[in-house]
């Protein structure tokens, strides 16, 4: 429950910046707001300056800007005029440029906060936890062969570079790989002791929509954590263990150790290297609906400490990962006709609002600190897909009004009441039918517990 509060306060306060936008860009251009609300339904507390009345509502879900004149639509719509009466600080008094204005400003708010939280998280610097850039293939345990194995790779391999970019680690190879499936990429890799170079097209992952090439990291089977209560904990392994071996086989590597103690069946006999000598543990792992065993630990991890920056380079750094993240959502709309699976690789409201809540949850006492980091990460990236999604030209939407008001100022007359209606009653069908599709996808998604 309090990963799904601070989720909705997470997201909520993504969609206060939108709508703060929006504010700010009409008392500009002089058009009346009547009502700038932090929340949804009644109000819970109020006052109001400058002919706006502020408002916390009880629903903490965002918010809303209502200015004046929002209404005369309907009316003209309702008695068949041919144009749109307005009053002095009327939304549809305003010149066509001045609405365009108002409506930009929202999805152009979304776009600086998440500049504005990229630059800060840049300038206190940061930890990831990850992997060395060495891979193990998919197929060497069971796996289909992949753009990994057609390339030449070899389990063992250290992925130096994809193109231009320098790979360090595990994450900066999932990064460069999941982004752009379908092009081909030049993949320098050193093995022993040459170095090697060959092309890979990453094929793209129908349920999540990422490209992948098929390989896993290579995880030394070194223990970091055992879970309380769990196989691994009720059989005595520790922190510090090494697994050499299961049911009497070697285990280089952790995705040996997984498909080993798999293999075995209802127990699985572990060896492991503890202060220098070799102990023999006997754990019996769990085994979910699916068939997927685990025993409760996690691995050792690199901790990468990002170098820290001034002001000055934080700000071109946060404007320029935002800006990277808008052109990276703009590409992958394409994928939305490449045959993903949409119930898997889309994520609606309430699983977004979920994985805010857990990522600053889980695990919050052990890192307080990454943890909120990664939970305003986050924040940012739907920022930025508020931001998009907002312009695009759909009825209803900041990009739907944008359109018609260019068409306004283009062609110099004014908006047709019966027009504009029926492309906002079409505009609202959509965003419904969106709305009911993601809902009924998170619900079918937390049935499958895929969480």
């Not at 502020?54 to 008695?79: N, Q, T």
């Not at 009053?87 to 600086?112: C, H, K, M, T």
């Not at 127990?267 to 202060?275: F, G, I, S």
């Not at 996808?441 to 517990?449: K, M, P, Q, S, W």
Request: hydrophobic residues 50%; glycine residues 10%.
């Amino acid at each position: 429950m309090i990963g799904v509060i601070v989720g909705l306060l997470g997201i909520g306060l993504v969609i206060f910046f939108h709508e703060l936008g929006h504010l700010f860009a009409a008392k500009s251009v002089g058009i009346t707001v009547e009502a700038f609300s932090v929340g949804w339904g009644r109000k819970a507390w109020g006052f109001t300056r400058g002919g706006t009345e502020y408002r916390v509502s009880w629903l903490p879900i965002g918010g809303f800007c209502r200015m004046k004149g929002e209404r005369a639509l309907i009316r003209a719509w309702h008695d068949k005029a041919n144009r749109i009466d307005v009053e002095p600080g009327d939304f549809y008094a305003a010149r066509p440029w001045q609405r365009i204005w108002v409506l930009v400003a929202g999805p152009l708010v979304n776009l600086l906060f998440a500049a504005a939280v990229l630059g800060t998280i840049a300038y206190i610097g940061f930890t990831t936890r990850t992997f060395e850039n060495r891979i193990v293939l998919v197929s060497d345990f069971g796996g289909a062969p992949s753009p990994a194995d057609e390339a030449g790779l070899q389990t063992g391999d250290y992925v130096v570079a994809v193109d231009e970019t320098e790979i360090a680690t595990f994450t900066d190879l999932q990064t460069v790989v999941s982004v752009d499936p379908g092009r081909e990429m030049l993949f320098r890799v050193r093995r022993g002791e040459n170095d090697l170079e060959t092309r890979i097209t990453p094929a793209l992952d129908p349920q999540s929509g990422a490209g992948r090439i098929g390989v896993y990291p290579w995880v030394d089977p070194v223990v970091e954590t055992v879970m309380d209560g769990s196989p691994a904990a009720i059989a005595g392994l520790f922190p510090g263990d090494r697994i050499v071996a299961v049911d009497g086989a070697e285990v280089p590597h952790s995705v040996a150790v997984h498909e080993g103690i798999r293999q075995s069946g209802t127990t699985a006999d572990l060896t492991v290297l503890r202060k220098g000598r070799r102990v023999d543990i006997r754990v019996i792992p769990n085994v979910d609906e699916a068939g997927a065993v685990s025993v409760g630990i996690a691995y050792e991890t690199i901790a990468i400490r990002s170098p820290e920056m001034s002001v000055p380079a934080a700000v071109v750094t946060g404007f320029s990962e935002a800006i990277d993240t808008l052109v990276l959502t703009v590409r992958s709309l394409r994928l939305l006709f490449s045959g993903i699976d949409l119930t898997r690789a889309l994520m609606g409201p309430v699983r977004i609002t979920v994985l805010a809540g857990e990522i600053v949850t889980d695990g919050f006492a052990e890192d307080a600190a990454g943890r909120i980091i990664s939970f305003f990460n986050f924040l940012s990236l739907v920022s930025v897909a508020l931001c998009f999604m907002n312009l695009l030209p759909i009825p209803a939407l900041d990009g739907g009004q944008i359109l018609l008001s260019a068409a306004e100022g283009v062609t110099r007359r004014p908006l047709q009441p019966r027009f504009v209606y029926r492309y906002q009653v079409i505009g609202n069908v959509l965003i419904v039918l969106l709305m009911a599709f993601a809902l009924v996808n998170d619900v079918l998604f937390f049935a499958r517990g895929a969480l």
